[in-house]
């Protein structure tokens, strides 16, 4: 996909996950994420994210500390 705003989205992307086809493009990763019924890398602190965890459940549990 070619995207205008990827190299800015790529300066603030806090996915961890190196092999990820979707980093840098915001709306792919949203679209694959709410399919799944999980949460993009951003949503989470970054102790988190890195758990690779993007459930709506880990979503809750981390906030609610």
Do not use: Q, V, W
């Amino acid at each position: 996909m070619n995207c205008p705003n990827k190299i800015r989205n790529l300066e603030i992307c806090t996915c961890s996950y190196s092999g990820c086809s979707r980093k840098g493009l915001c709306c792919e990763c949203l679209h694959y994420h709410r399919k799944k019924g999980a949460l993009p890398a951003c949503y989470f602190p970054s102790d988190a994210e890195k758990t690779y965890d993007r459930s709506i459940e880990n979503f809750i549990k981390t906030y609610k500390k």
